[in-house]
């Protein structure tokens, strides 16, 4: 098992240590090292489970799941990542808990955390909300440990909130590392992150700003492209700026699919709701003003239909350099013709890329897996070069 | 730990070796090597849990459940089989989750399956439905697998469809076995697997196929019986009738309990709908008719109501050999007198049955555990011996 | 890890015997060399986790979880005892059950049963029903044992029934001893078990009654007070003045806050419905009258409302021994200000004592591991003597 060496020397040259006992909320609250620490130890744990030796660092601890968002792939990853480390999931259903009688979160978080090693939250729904919901979680579970109420601290991983959906943009990013064959590769690679049209509304704005949060730190060209009125959220804006000049890339916003498309190395359309219309939807529910929602939703729609050319066609994907750009999206998505009448994508499009796109989502469980591993384990190297040579089969029956 | 031998021999004598990397639909799709390579290792597995010796072959990894209808023992049997060979549940519950959001069936299987070993499938309620999508999720894990979009492929286990109900007629004939004290015994004794009236309607249909597809294969008589108009699939009672010329047994059908039951050594009553009945429900509901399927169900209750003596009564019960007959149910059946006014048996022949019933039913979780391990495990004697001696206590507290 | 040896050695003045193969239903029916078993195991338990030591004692196993009313806590603390110890908890959701579908609790109880080896039940709602239904289930799996169905008899442990609540009063009560520095220190102290005002109606008596059973046993002075008509059951009452006379201390009861706080070192000030209300409730129920439920349920809140300065505000912590008495509660309480406009307790208080509550809830999964553990392990002090010497780590990573 020398293999393990490569991942133990990269993360011998990256300073992660305070990932430790960390929570994972935001990609640009970290480090570029921490950032590399992190698909270093997805890549680790993927290499060790695919030469079927366990993983497992837990021999008991619950994984705590919340998600006030329907969810599939990411509740089966964060599943899946638990179970990788030995976590059992405990999925924390508020309809069939006593929250409603009347207890705070801070109650909440420290009575579900007592044999607790990671809490994973999806909260997308509402602007100015979900993060900050994480945020009040995670201080109240770091206030019990330190307060003797806790054993252990749980870790804090952000399955998606208002803000960004870390687990997936990092899965994303995974991918387009190993598809160009390593990050020496990106410097001067253009990615056009775009907003693309789709029957349904109010999507989140978390993964257009996970992208240009985060892949204009690889030196790339990120070019973000929406209809007027899809911005996005202007301080996500600025940092995209910022980090796309530390980096030596580029960060452009136009109202032009086609200029973002042209010659672009990697693209993502995709649809959102413009956060001004996230803003006061979030305000309209909070003022219980049912009608005011509906009456915004028929706006956001009639709106939509005006940009129904906002579509991954053939045609954009021939503008795309040599016409091949890797085709990225978050999945589920909508299909014109399959999933819906006019959506996001061209069938044809979608399908020529149907098995990198799984690929895409692949790293997502490892992703996860390495967030919490590195929020826990104080030496990374030497556990992983532990597990490597205590080689227990993850399949005992091969 | 010597007795592990005795099954190990019996495999030793058994091509199974198809089963492995297969999947489990349908019994008559099995070999008879491969479905008594399956009774061989559910009892192995069941010796070795019995001697406190752990089974589990996993040491992580999932099984995915998908219960499209209500379930308690196959619920609960599927669960426990995992967990015996080391794999955890996690349910996907499709109101929870995004499969309403336009993503096909190809994609949630794949997007499910990045760490499971297994999808346990119940889709019982329509004609033609059930198989078919089960059929279609496990074409997709392969193609993934096959892409490299998964890192293993998970086998997928039919919990119930609209044609049979593998586990529950294999853990029913692993108990008629065990009851006759092994195979040998089982030729010339008469099966009666026959209709009974129960209040409720439209329940599957794969239960009686189930029995007739199976049971014909072991040298007995099979002896299908049902009111006029409560007939099922024809192209089973086809195969059942190739079965049993096969096997040197019989298949008989008629509208006469009474002449089923007549020196049955085993009876099978239970009510289920008409096959030509589930056919037009199926159209309706795939019509969205709804006043159409309140008539129909009106129709079927009325008609079940004009076979009410299709009950297994004491006086039913005495015509069988020596009055002893071995009386078998699926469980929940419906008790007259206790579940509701009027069902498919005597309380007093249920109450004596009760414990040879419960015992029926203890089969499932093993016989599951046993489709899994031999779709798994490519030399499944050498890792029962290993299991054996590796003699890891499954309770330590002993 | 000589630390366990304080544990075993205190074992080894118990006579706990009993407790094996048994289950847990109500604290009296344990002997008081019984209920300092549970403690002992509960810490050691704890002790060896703190340690970094896994006490899994299952290598496979089910931990079944039946909830008929809503839980945070309770239902974190079984899955974190059962995870604890090496069980996969798999919850009994009667609406995705066929439970319905006209089987007996006989039935169900076995069908789940076949690989569990602890069945929780939480079942509080209705007067004379919660507590006989657990002994159905508890008499249904020994009898499925004995006949030979099941393999192991799960054990049952009340989360939670019409009469006691044994898990949460068994921690509260360990939470009482850890304070005080042992149980040599009770004698003579002062309990004030009282009842507080909330503007929510009908919660159980579970937690008076089953403080009054139990802390009566531990020398202390127990006050219980509440409004007139607010009795709990007689019989209970009764037993608590058995045990204060045979323990040397004393069972008083009063319709005055004031009175029990009076000097108290401990005050449990919380909402609960009458008992008379409740048995009417439980009637109403089970005749249907929904109006009458309505009609009550508006006459109990116009009571409650009468009742308001049943409050535990500072000025009546004042009046506690050096006003300094341990507040405790089952939470989630009923914060005046905060979780409603009135409740149970002035949000200062509750403020204070926060830290120590929360440690109050950190003893009940141990205690429910402990339960588990008594009743799965025939020599407790050998087998955690094994587990320290076993020093398999919870978590690898450290």
């Given at each position: 098992m020398?293999y393990i ?36 130890v997805a890549d680790a744990l993927r290499a060790l489970r695919e030469d079927n030796v366990s993983t497992k660092i ?22 899946s990542a638990?179970n990788l480390l030995g ?275 692949s790293h997502?469980p490892y992703?996860?897996a390495a967030?919490?591993f ?10 992983l070069?532990?597990l490597a040579?205590?080689n227990r089969p993850r399949f005992?029956?091969v």
């Amino acid at each position: 098992m020398t293999y393990i060496k490569q991942f133990t020397s990269k993360l011998d040259q990256l300073n992660c240590k305070n990932l430790y006992q960390g929570d994972f909320f935001l990609t640009w609250e970290k480090t570029f090292d921490e950032i590399m620490a992190t698909y270093t130890v997805a890549d680790a744990l993927r290499a060790l489970r695919e030469d079927n030796v366990s993983t497992k660092i837990f021999d008991s601890g619950l994984g705590i799941s919340l998600f006030r968002d329907n969810s599939t792939r990411t509740r089966f990853s964060f599943g899946s990542a638990c179970n990788l480390l030995g976590l059992e999931v405990q999925d924390l259903d508020e309809g069939k808990s006593q929250i409603a009688h009347g207890e705070t979160v801070r109650e909440t978080a420290n009575m579900i955390s007592f044999m607790a090693d990671v809490i994973g939250i999806r909260d997308d729904m509402y602007i100015g909300k979900g993060n900050a919901y994480m945020h009040e979680v995670a201080k109240a579970v770091r206030e019990g440990y330190l307060e003797g109420v806790l054993e252990q601290c749980p870790t804090l991983v952000n399955l998606q909130c208002d803000i960004d959906h870390p687990t997936q943009i990092m899965a994303d990013m995974n991918h387009i590392i190993h598809h160009f064959g390593g990050i020496e590769n990106l410097k001067g690679k253009k990615v056009a992150m775009t907003w693309a049209y789709s029957p349904s509304y109010g999507k989140p704005l978390s993964v257009p700003q996970g992208v240009i949060g985060l892949m204009t730190r690889f030196g790339m060209e990120v070019s973000l492209a929406h209809p007027k009125g899809y911005e996005v959220m202007p301080e996500i804006e600025k940092m995209a700026l910022k980090n796309a000049a530390a980096s030596g890339g580029a960060f452009t916003t136009s109202n032009s699919m086609e200029a973002a498309f042209k010659d672009a190395d990697i693209v993502y359309p995709k649809s959102w709701a413009p956060f001004a219309a996230m803003e006061k939807r979030t305000k309209l529910y909070g003022d219980g003003d049912l009608e005011g929602i509906k009456v915004l939703e028929k706006e956001l729609l009639t709106e939509n239909a005006r940009h129904k050319d906002w579509e991954c066609t053939e045609q954009m994907m021939q503008m795309t350099r040599e016409g091949k750009a890797l085709y990225l999206h978050c999945l589920p998505a909508d299909i014109s013709g399959v999933s819906c009448k006019e959506g996001e994508v061209a069938a044809s499009v979608f399908d020529r890329y149907r098995v990198p796109l799984y690929k895409q989502a692949s790293h997502k469980p490892y992703i996860i897996a390495a967030m919490i591993f590195l929020s826990k384990v104080k030496y990374p190297q030497q556990v992983l070069a532990e597990l490597a040579s205590r080689n227990r089969p993850r399949f005992f029956g091969v």
